[in-house]
């Protein structure tokens, strides 16, 4: 029984803090309609500034909470919301996406840079002081916790019922233009909501951070809170607070009777990833659970002008093109670079992927580097760490089978809810599958081979490099050529208007599920060229992370063009290539890029590529976009 | 036209819609017939659109019915009701922004299991806008728009067209040719329930009209009827008839 207590008791403690962090997440995404995927980043850097400040400093604790809470969140929050978040009120949900996994990046990089790897730890408050209930030991600190997760509970509730400017973030939820008619600014709500969200975050972050005994401070792990915490908002369905708390303890009691538990019944490497897996089973459960949401007339229409599509004989003729360059490089490329700009055409395939799900269709996945691994795995097993063209189409299938059943339980629910689960599923297939040493041993990577043609041998770089290239310009242009199809035409109508798309007849949800499926089968194939160059799949390169800057890798050079898929492939292979050969700030030199794509997309939906000034000078035939020739601006209704 | 028909193309029954406890519709009955206009009107928040919503099946109903030729397809989804024949459009445009007016009404045509002799460049023509089948939508003035989308809805050859407020945007010819249209179509066979705003052009071309007032069914009728219907006149019109104005 004392067992059982003490699980409950660490279950309700750390569900307080995913309380509050869900409840900042709720109340940033009603207010503003952007989703901070940064929110955890917010906690992680906030909980760092602190160690900071009390610990390599020396500050009093009280001195630094002040610091932290109420002016170094508000002033981030404000920053943020002023350069990069208004410019999304109102924006597509890939956009807004896209803007907050950069801003995710930019503060890793940031902290990456500033706290280089060691280990840091922050002391419990009043750390030594206990109180016992019913034979359960329990500190100060996680009395503190709790009694903190209540008062904001009742504060926010008073808050946005009964002071003004609450009842007006409340209001906007419902209504922006009817509260901007009652003489309430909007945009000034919107900046009470990332203000809010802001200090709610950092509050958790400082909070569990004295938790993590064994990890200590540390950057993913604090990052990923958001996980649990949209975890938890989903049972609230993104908007309920009340719900959201109870979201947030119940995944805390789920987490906590997990590991006290399951330990005996389930494979002994899986039981230190219980933290990790647990918020994303719950998430894919609450998504099972949570109702399906209308299709509703979103009122809103495309504006701007896509891309055109290369023709067939525009797209064999920019490959052609595309495969003379490579091949010119093979003489100009050094050893590694060589393996370095094979495995970033590898990732330009993948990319791909990205086209066609979130390019095309709209549909955010960020785990396409998770199927990369999947068809990488499935070769190897398949070919037995050789080769083999069945090994290719057997991997092809299999991710096929499991985006549909991924992307399954969010597809009845909203865009985001795919990127959401995306996520998780990102997550859990690294930390319970790809670096367990129970299903990848030797160090996280299974050996793969090179695929060939009879008579032409793969096994030189460069040969190889030229492969992957041919390989490259050969999915392309079957992603143009499905852009063209009927098939193509459905998927942009589907991303213009569900609603509508509705109306004619066709199933969005399925349409959904064919197409996500087909971009994994796609990741697949990227993955067999990809660790085919090394020769391995190593569990490093599909992090989720790695999937997050590859998506807006490929989003700052145009997520709707074959073009921007191989820059964004060539940028995340090369990338870490230059940042290693820069001093101790390289490791953040990812976040800086990604702070430049973030710039450009709330300005540029089409990225690099859609800047006319670039596409006016430098237009290469077939594969880069062309702009429509400019037409008056939308006539307002 | 046929006065006694067989079965509806649509029937509504009790049908009723709650938002945050204000009920936007209160036990609503209608019926649109095949070959004949249906015109619903009503002032603004009347509910018009919630019931279109609820008919095209994007918005449940807290209780009600919906039956499209004598089938109850309130548990359809919005997909599987179209292939039974509805079709709609949207009082804010739902147009397939990045796409070509061609383009649009070519989605529509592929989703039929049967393609039957129509085309996207045919449609277009008939509703008037072939001119500019090549200009993506998002650039093409409102009017433009809302006549893509009606031939886009006629691409899936439906039984029953609901139309939301087609005609703003167009100016008096144009809503007087589409006006021609909507009964072309019903004389096909079709059934059209149409919510407009403008008076004459519902009084002139429908043969039936409901009138909703704050979610509830205040008088249904010919145009000579609800002309004459004092709570019409109360609710809606605001003024007595003006006896120049051509009887339907």
Known sequence: ?637 | MPEMVETSALEVRGVSVTFGGIAALQGVNLDVRPGEVTGLIGPNGAGKTTLFNVISGLQRPDSGEVLLDGRDVTKLGTNRRARLGLARTFQRLELFGSLSARDNVQVGLDARRDKGDLTAQGLLHRVGVSADADRQVSTLPTGEARLVELARALAIDPKLILLDEPCSGLDDNETHLLGNLLRELADEGRGVLLVEHDMSIVLTICDRIFVLDFGELIASGTPAEIRRDPRVQAAYLGTAPDPSEPEA
């Open chain 1, 1 to 637: 029984m004392t067992t059982f207590l003490t699980f409950t008791v660490i279950g309700i403690v750390s569900g307080a803090v995913y309380a509050i962090v869900a409840t900042g997440l709720v109340v940033t995404y009603t207010t503003t309609g952007v989703f901070n995927f940064a929110h955890g980043a917010v906690a992680m850097f906030a909980a760092f500034s602190y160690w900071q400040m009390t610990q390599s400093w020396g500050w009093n604790s009280l001195l630094a909470l002040v610091v932290v809470l109420f002016i170094e969140a508000p002033l981030l929050a404000l920053f943020v919301e002023e350069t990069y978040m208004r410019r999304l009120y109102g924006a597509t949900v890939v956009r807004s996406l896209m803007v907050s996994l950069g801003l995710l990046l930019i503060l890793v990089g940031l902290a990456q840079a500033i706290w280089p790897a060691e280990q840091r730890s922050l002391p419990e408050f009043f750390a030594g002081h206990t109180v016992s209930l019913f034979n359960v030991v329990i500190t100060y600190h996680q009395v503190i916790v709790v009694i903190v997760a209540i008062l904001i509970a009742i504060g926010l509730r008073i808050y946005l019922r009964q002071v003004r400017s609450g009842i007006a973030m409340r209001a906007v939820v419902d209504d922006p233009d009817l509260l901007a008619m009652a003489g309430a600014s909007p945009r000034r709500v919107a900046r009470s909501g990332w203000i809010l969200g802001f200090f709610l975050a950092a509050l958790a972050g400082i909070l569990i951070s004295p938790e993590l005994q064994v990890q200590g401070l540390d950057i993913n792990f604090l990052t990923l809170l958001v996980v649990n915490g949209y975890a938890a908002a989903i049972v609230g369905r993104l908007r309920n607070l009340p719900w959201t708390f109870a979201g947030g303890i119940a995944l805390g009691l789920a987490e906590a009777y997990a590991t006290g538990y399951l330990p005996g019944h389930i494979p002994v490497n899986l039981v230190s990833e219980i933290s990790v897996l647990t918020p994303v089973v719950f998430l894919f459960v609450a998504l099972l659970v949570v109702p399906s949401s209308r299709l509703r007339a979103v009122g809103r229409l495309t504006v701007a002008t896509p891309p055109r599509v290369a023709s067939l004989v525009e797209s064999i003729r920019g490959s052609v093109l595309f495969v003379a360059i490579a091949v010119g490089a093979t003489f100009v490329l050094g050893g590694s670079m060589i393996g370095s700009v094979t495995q970033g055409l590898a990732l330009g395939i993948v990319a791909l992927s990205l086209i066609l799900v979130t390019g095309y269709a709209g549909q955010v996945s960020l785990c396409q580097l998770t199927f990369m691994g999947i068809g990488a795995f499935v070769m190897s097993k398949v070919a037995s760490g050789g080769a083999s063209w069945w090994g290719l189409i057997i991997g092809v299938l299999v991710c096929a089978a499991v985006g549909a059943i991924v992307s399954l339980p969010a597809l009845r629910l909203q865009g985001l809810y795919l990127a959401l689960a995306t996520l998780a599923f990102a997550q859990a297939a690294y930390y319970g599958f790809f670096s367990n040493i129970s299903f990848i041993p030797q160090g996280g990577a299974v050996p793969v081979g090179r695929l060939s043609i009879p008579g032409i041998s793969t096994s030189g770089d460069k040969a190889y490099m030229v492969f992957v290239a041919v390989a490259f310009v050969l999915c392309a242009i079957g992603v143009l050529a499905i852009r063209r199809s009927v098939w193509g035409r459905r998927l942009v109508a589907l991303n213009d208007s569900p609603a509508a798309f509705a109306t004619l007849g066709m199933s969005p949800q399925l349409s959904k599920m064919l197409v996500f499926a087909a971009s994994a089968a796609l990741a697949g194939i990227g993955g067999v060229l990809y660790a085919g160059q090394p020769l391995a799949l190593n569990a490093n390169d599909v992090q989720m992370f790695a999937s997050l800057e590859l998506v807006l890798f490929v989003t700052i050079f145009g997520i709707r063009t074959v073009t921007g898929a191989a820059l964004g492939g060539l940028a995340a292979a090369l990338l870490p290539l230059a940042s290693s050969h820069l001093p101790w700030w390289g490791t953040g030199l990812t976040g800086v890029a990604a702070g430049v794509g973030i710039s450009l997309m709330a300005n540029v939906p089409d990225g690099v590529l859609g800047v006319p000034w670039l596409v006016r000078n430098v237009r290469i035939p077939g594969i880069s976009p062309r702009r429509a020739p400019s037409i008056e601006a939308v006539q307002g209704a």
